[in-house]
């Protein structure tokens, strides 16, 4: 298709933005902002022009490290804000039960106020790019090499859009060439296409990329956040875990969805080899990013640090997310920075700290400090050598807990005992926090949080207080620095797929297609364990848990499995499709948020436990997002989701 047969796309396209300007380095290359130019011919007549074109693509990639436009972070349960405070995510909204048909709130299928640009005008300019590129009297200055190596990009780009609006939406219209605005009406008339189709179509196009894609990016200063092989394997694997998970896998509860022809969108029945399949993909994505060298975090001790091996490993399981483009990161996203995301997060933690820089806004609910283990690496209701029975328990800490809690102050037994994960995770009332202007580089320096009402770090502030008495620390880099002048949180780009994540992927499918006969699926749990500081799953449950033969079944490795996922990617975003996928968001998501009593002055007070909302997830409803009112009118063919 010749770039003069496309100037007819651009009203269709609604495009305000076709070309973007370049930068120099790794930190902004992507960072791009749009510019009106009046054809596309322009846009291919040069090298250095298509390129610009090509950076257009990767700005429509959701920037997932924004609570604005990640609805993972506010639209689930993982993290609770105050209703009315300094931000108004609309996906708080969706969190509270009030998504709707008209205007839906993150609406990505073609954008809004808050999703900021709809991922088909994504696929549009994926499908301009790929149709000039490939007509080789354009472009004459580009090498074959790397006009290649562009198309791929274009290509996973395109298989990408497509794979994040099937998640959200279920089953949608595949857009694989663009409709002229003179086509016909019952032409422009898209209907969706089927569970089945979709995952086919975002596969083979993902495959397709795969020739020309570079296995790791060796122009780091310029090219960092470019897709590469491995990022490639690892979405093919996320799409077919998800094509195999009882969502889209034989769902009985969207069995007679179909379009306006009686074509059934979703699969009849339930189809055992999706999940050998997403194994063989996660196994092959997992190969390939290690022959990569990409591997699991260790935090490198500096030369100044005097702090003890569990502060290390602290340091390790936050910065396995907050060490930009470590080596864990397969794909990391450099047009999606943290530092508001930081600033959200962080308590003060002395007096003279403004809560402004340091707004502690982000709550995580009293189950989700439940959820992580206890020090022997099992859940606290399974523990035999432990007691979690009553969560208003209290305890005073000793010296021998001085590395996670201030010695001699008094807080809840929920939080002594409890695997390294949970101390790297979140803080609480009483809770140590490291850090780089720690006094000495030392950890026996490290500074405290305190939370009750009277504190520094206590919700007296008008708009930037915590809901439940837990902070997020695994989000913010450990370089964070509080001046009298103010904060300065250091920036990373959002990692959206990390090795751990690989190795869990292929643990759950593993055991979904074989179960705990392959010993596989021990192999890359405890890969994940022993980075964490616990034993291997066998042995801890052998030893430590009432319930010692569980993982010698399918059903309770799923569980063992589905926990270690939900710790060790926890406030990742990752927790809000995986209650969706596996059909437990109706379980999860209508429990109440909880937390303790943020008016407490004391002690006494403070540890007693409130309900700060009772949630609401209306199933089947709720698992997709509804399509737009209008786009459904407009659009005849076009059938709406359950329930909207």
Same mark, same amino acid.
Request: charged content about 25%.
């Given at each position: 298709m010749k770039a003069k047969k496309l100037k007819k796309y651009i009203t269709l396209a609604s495009v305000s933005a076709v070309l973007l300007s370049t930068t120099n380095s790794c930190k902004n290359f992507l960072d791009i902002v749009p510019d009106n130019v009046a054809t596309i011919e322009y846009a291919f007549r040069l090298r250095v022009e298509a390129e610009k074109y090509l950076f257009t693509l990767y700005n429509y990639i959701p920037k997932e490290g924004n609570v604005w436009n990640n609805p993972a972070f506010l639209a689930g349960d993982e993290i609770w804000i105050p209703y009315q405070t300094?931000?108004?995510?609309?996906?708080?909204?969706?969190?509270?039960?009030?998504?709707?048909?008209?205007?839906?709130?993150?609406?990505?299928?073609?954008?809004?106020?808050?999703a900021n640009r709809g991922l088909y005008q994504g696929i549009r300019h994926c499908n301009i790019f790929i149709d000039n590129m490939s007509d080789p009297t354009l472009v004459p200055d580009i090498s074959s090499s790397e006009r290649a190596r562009w198309i791929s990009e274009a290509k996973f780009l395109k298989a990408y859009f497509h794979f994040y609006l099937m998640r959200m939406y279920g089953p949608i219209p595949i857009m694989d060439d663009d409709i002229p605005v003179s086509a016909p009406k019952e032409v422009m008339d898209v209907p969706r296409n089927s569970v089945d189709e979709c995952v086919e179509y975002i596969v083979n196009l993902l495959e397709e990329s795969y020739s020309d894609l570079p296995d790791q990016i060796v122009d780091r200063q310029n090219e960092l956040g470019r897709i590469t092989l491995p990022i490639?394997?690892?979405?093919?694997?996320?799409?077919?875990?998800?094509?195999?998970?009882?969502?889209?896998?034989?769902?009985?509860?969207?069995?007679?969805?179909?379009?306006?022809?009686?074509?059934?969108?979703?699969?009849?029945?339930?189809?055992?080899?999706?999940?050998?399949?997403?194994?063989?993909?996660?196994?092959?994505?997992?190969?390939?990013?290690?022959?990569?060298?990409?591997?699991?975090?260790?935090?490198?001790?500096?030369?100044?640090?005097?702090?003890?091996?569990?502060?290390?490993?602290?340091?390790?399981?936050?910065?396995?997310?907050?060490?930009?483009?470590?080596?864990?990161?397969?794909?990391?996203?450099?047009?999606?920075?943290?530092?508001?995301?930081?600033?959200?997060?962080?308590?003060?933690?002395?007096a003279e700290e403004n809560h402004n820089d340091n707004r502690k806004i982000f709550s995580p609910p009293l189950k989700i400090a439940k959820m992580f283990y206890t020090k022997n690496g099992v859940p606290i209701n399974e523990d035999k050598t432990l007691n979690f029975n009553d969560d208003t328990e209290l305890r005073t800490a000793t010296q021998d807990d001085k590395y996670r809690i201030e010695p001699d102050f008094t807080t809840a037994r929920l939080h002594f005992d409890r695997e390294p994960r949970f101390y790297s995770s979140l803080a609480f009332d009483g809770a140590r926090w490291f850090k780089y202007d720690t006094p000495g580089y030392s950890d026996e320096n490290s500074k405290v949080v305190r939370s009750k009402r009277p504190d520094y770090a206590g919700s007296t502030h008008a708009f930037h207080f915590n809901e439940t008495g837990y902070f997020i620390k695994k989000l913010i880099d450990w370089n964070q620095v509080t001046t009298?002048?103010?904060?300065?949180?250091?920036?990373?780009?959002?990692?959206?797929?990390?090795?751990?994540?690989?190795?869990?992927?292929? *643990?759950?499918? /593993? #055991? @979904?297609?074989?179960?705990?006969? +392959?010993?596989?699926?021990?192999?890359?749990?405890?890969?994940?364990?022993?980075?964490?500081?616990?034993?291997?799953?066998?042995?801890?449950?052998?030893?430590?848990?009432?319930?010692?033969?569980?993982?010698?079944?399918?059903?309770?490795?799923?569980?063992?499995i589905r926990r270690e996922r939900l710790i060790e990617l926890a406030f990742e975003g990752q927790r809000?499709?995986?209650?969706?996928?596996?059909?437990?968001? *109706?379980?999860? /998501? #209508? @429990?109440?948020?909880?937390?303790? +009593?943020?008016?407490?002055?004391?002690?006494?007070s403070y540890y007693v436990i409130r309900t700060v909302y009772n949630q609401r997830f209306i199933a089947p409803r709720d698992y997709f997002w509804p399509i737009s009112e209008n786009t459904v009118i407009q659009n005849l063919n076009l059938v709406q989701n359950y329930g909207w």
């Amino acid at each position: 298709m010749k770039a003069k047969k496309l100037k007819k796309y651009i009203t269709l396209a609604s495009v305000s933005a076709v070309l973007l300007s370049t930068t120099n380095s790794c930190k902004n290359f992507l960072d791009i902002v749009p510019d009106n130019v009046a054809t596309i011919e322009y846009a291919f007549r040069l090298r250095v022009e298509a390129e610009k074109y090509l950076f257009t693509l990767y700005n429509y990639i959701p920037k997932e490290g924004n609570v604005w436009n990640n609805p993972a972070f506010l639209a689930g349960d993982e993290i609770w804000i105050p209703y009315q405070t300094s931000i108004s995510p609309w996906s708080f909204e969706i969190a509270r039960g009030n998504q709707r048909v008209t205007d839906p709130y993150v609406n990505y299928w073609y954008g809004n106020y808050d999703a900021n640009r709809g991922l088909y005008q994504g696929i549009r300019h994926c499908n301009i790019f790929i149709d000039n590129m490939s007509d080789p009297t354009l472009v004459p200055d580009i090498s074959s090499s790397e006009r290649a190596r562009w198309i791929s990009e274009a290509k996973f780009l395109k298989a990408y859009f497509h794979f994040y609006l099937m998640r959200m939406y279920g089953p949608i219209p595949i857009m694989d060439d663009d409709i002229p605005v003179s086509a016909p009406k019952e032409v422009m008339d898209v209907p969706r296409n089927s569970v089945d189709e979709c995952v086919e179509y975002i596969v083979n196009l993902l495959e397709e990329s795969y020739s020309d894609l570079p296995d790791q990016i060796v122009d780091r200063q310029n090219e960092l956040g470019r897709i590469t092989l491995p990022i490639a394997k690892a979405v093919k694997a996320q799409t077919l875990l998800l094509a195999a998970s009882p969502l889209f896998n034989g769902n009985p509860d969207f069995s007679s969805l179909k379009n306006k022809d009686g074509k059934f969108l979703f699969p009849q029945q339930f189809d055992q080899t999706k999940w050998a399949r997403a194994a063989e993909a996660a196994k092959d994505a997992i190969e390939t990013a290690e022959a990569n060298l990409h591997s699991l975090f260790t935090f490198t001790q500096g030369g100044n640090l005097s702090i003890s091996d569990v502060t290390k490993l602290e340091l390790t399981l936050r910065q396995a997310v907050c060490e930009k483009f470590n080596e864990e990161h397969i794909w990391a996203d450099p047009n999606s920075r943290t530092w508001d995301l930081q600033r959200d997060a962080m308590p003060p933690l002395s007096a003279e700290e403004n809560h402004n820089d340091n707004r502690k806004i982000f709550s995580p609910p009293l189950k989700i400090a439940k959820m992580f283990y206890t020090k022997n690496g099992v859940p606290i209701n399974e523990d035999k050598t432990l007691n979690f029975n009553d969560d208003t328990e209290l305890r005073t800490a000793t010296q021998d807990d001085k590395y996670r809690i201030e010695p001699d102050f008094t807080t809840a037994r929920l939080h002594f005992d409890r695997e390294p994960r949970f101390y790297s995770s979140l803080a609480f009332d009483g809770a140590r926090w490291f850090k780089y202007d720690t006094p000495g580089y030392s950890d026996e320096n490290s500074k405290v949080v305190r939370s009750k009402r009277p504190d520094y770090a206590g919700s007296t502030h008008a708009f930037h207080f915590n809901e439940t008495g837990y902070f997020i620390k695994k989000l913010i880099d450990w370089n964070q620095v509080t001046t009298a002048s103010g904060v300065t949180y250091k920036e990373y780009p959002w990692p959206k797929i990390r090795l751990a994540d690989l190795y869990l992927m292929y *643990a759950e499918a /593993l #055991n @979904e297609s074989e179960g705990p006969g +392959n010993e596989d699926v021990f192999v890359y749990l405890d890969k994940i364990r022993t980075r964490a500081g616990l034993k291997g799953v066998k042995e801890s449950w052998t030893n430590f848990s009432t319930n010692p033969n569980k993982f010698t079944t399918k059903e309770g490795l799923r569980e063992i499995i589905r926990r270690e996922r939900l710790i060790e990617l926890a406030f990742e975003g990752q927790r809000f499709w995986d209650l969706r996928r596996w059909k437990t968001a *109706a379980v999860s /998501l #209508n @429990e109440p948020i909880t937390g303790w +009593n943020m008016q407490g002055e004391n002690t006494a007070s403070y540890y007693v436990i409130r309900t700060v909302y009772n949630q609401r997830f209306i199933a089947p409803r709720d698992y997709f997002w509804p399509i737009s009112e209008n786009t459904v009118i407009q659009n005849l063919n076009l059938v709406q989701n359950y329930g909207w």
